[in-house]
Nanobody, 121 residues
Framework: QVHLVESGGGLVQAGGSLRLSCAVA????????MGWYRQAPGQQRELVAS???????NYDDSVKGRFTISRDNAKNTVYLQMNNLKPEDTAVYYC???????????????WGQGTQVTVSS
């Protein structure tokens, strides 16, 4: 049973910082792409940042220069460092991972439980 556990959300004033973490637990062989999505009330879930297992990174234009995604393969964890937060960053943030089982034949997509990020003006 594979699951993703998120932490690090909270309430912060505009201009502040938060760091989100997402750890993969369970039985698996290979983690491929990992990413962070967010969903504001009444809005579609959107991709914020992604990183593949070769270290190639993509960011949404709205967070470039403010957010940094990274991964620690030894800890099976992906991070999102969020600096200079703005009220429009307020959303539930979800981590995502594409993971092969054991043996490495079948790939599945997993989601974290979500963590609330609220930025006050």
């Amino acid at each position: 049973q594979v699951h993703l556990v998120e932490s690090g959300g909270g309430l912060v004033q505009a201009g502040g910082s938060l760091r989100l973490s997402c750890a993969v637990a369970g039985r698996f062989s290979i983690i491929n792409d990992m990413g962070w999505y967010r969903q504001a009330p009444g809005q579609q879930r959107e991709l914020v940042a992604s990183i593949n297992n070769g270290g190639v990174i993509n960011y949404d234009d709205s967070v470039k220069g403010r957010f940094t995604i990274s991964r620690d393969n030894a800890k099976n964890t992906v991070y999102l460092q969020m600096n200079n937060l703005k009220p429009e960053d307020t959303a539930v943030y979800y981590c995502n991972a594409h993971i092969y089982g054991r043996p490495a034949i079948d790939v599945n997509v997993y989601w974290g439980q979500g963590t609330q990020v609220t930025v006050s003006s």
